[in-house]
């Protein structure tokens, strides 16, 4: 199951990013994979305040995890641009961190391959002059079912 989007400006990437916090569910992996200033915080921060979360949103760069405790689920936001070996996931402690009651969003999955959980939903942001594309796949039947309720295919 893959879907895509076209997102003209930050208002649609936010709006898109409620839209898919309408359907989710605790122990969902969701991998963010786009370049530098793709949109993927402002995804996350359109995925919170789709949950009805007031509080500020800030990227998790220098923490690698900000965690949002919301009325159904915990929703950890993981930012791993600065990790430099995949094994500093373990040494950072996160280890059991889908343990299926929380939900995970994670940029830069590639800086700790091998270690992470396996996504559900990949989410590819691209930048297309001053838009954005974004591209959901499925990667596990439970991902897909998670897309067939919030994305039309394409």
């Given at each position: 199951?893959?879907?895509?989007?076209?997102?003209?400006?930050?208002?649609?990437?936010?709006e898109?990013?409620?839209?898919l916090?309408q359907?989710?569910?605790?122990?969902?992996?969701?991998?963010?994979?786009?370049?530098?200033?793709?949109?993927?915080?402002?995804?996350?921060?359109?995925?919170?305040?789709?949950?009805?979360?007031k509080?500020?949103?800030?990227?998790?760069t220098?923490?690698?995890?900000?965690?949002?405790?919301?009325?159904?689920?915990?929703?950890?936001?993981?930012?791993?641009?600065?990790?430099?070996?995949p094994?500093?996931?373990?040494?950072?402690?996160?280890?059991?961190?889908?343990d299926?009651?929380?939900?995970?969003?994670?940029?830069?999955?590639?800086?700790?391959a091998?270690?992470?959980?396996?996504?559900?939903?990949?989410?590819?942001?691209?930048?297309?002059?001053?838009?954005?594309?974004?591209?959901?796949?499925?990667?596990?039947?439970?991902?897909?079912?998670?897309?067939?309720?919030?994305?039309?295919?394409?």
């Amino acid at each position: 199951m893959r879907c895509t989007r076209h997102l003209a400006d930050e208002a649609a990437t936010l709006e898109f990013g409620a839209q898919l916090a309408q359907k989710l569910v605790p122990g969902l992996t969701l991998y963010l994979e786009g370049d530098l200033g793709a949109g993927k915080t402002t995804l996350v921060r359109g995925v919170l305040r789709g949950q009805g979360y007031k509080g500020r949103v800030k990227s998790p760069t220098y923490t690698l995890v900000e965690t949002y405790s919301l009325s159904a689920f915990e929703l950890y936001h993981f930012d791993l641009y600065r990790m430099h070996d995949p094994r500093e996931w373990l040494d950072a402690g996160f280890r059991d961190v889908n343990d299926g009651q929380a939900v995970s969003l994670i940029e830069w999955p590639e800086k700790a391959a091998g270690w992470l959980p396996p996504p559900d939903v990949v989410i590819r942001l691209r930048i297309c002059d001053d838009s954005r594309e974004v591209e959901c796949e499925a990667q596990s039947p439970r991902g897909t079912q998670y897309l067939e309720t919030c994305c039309t295919p394409c």
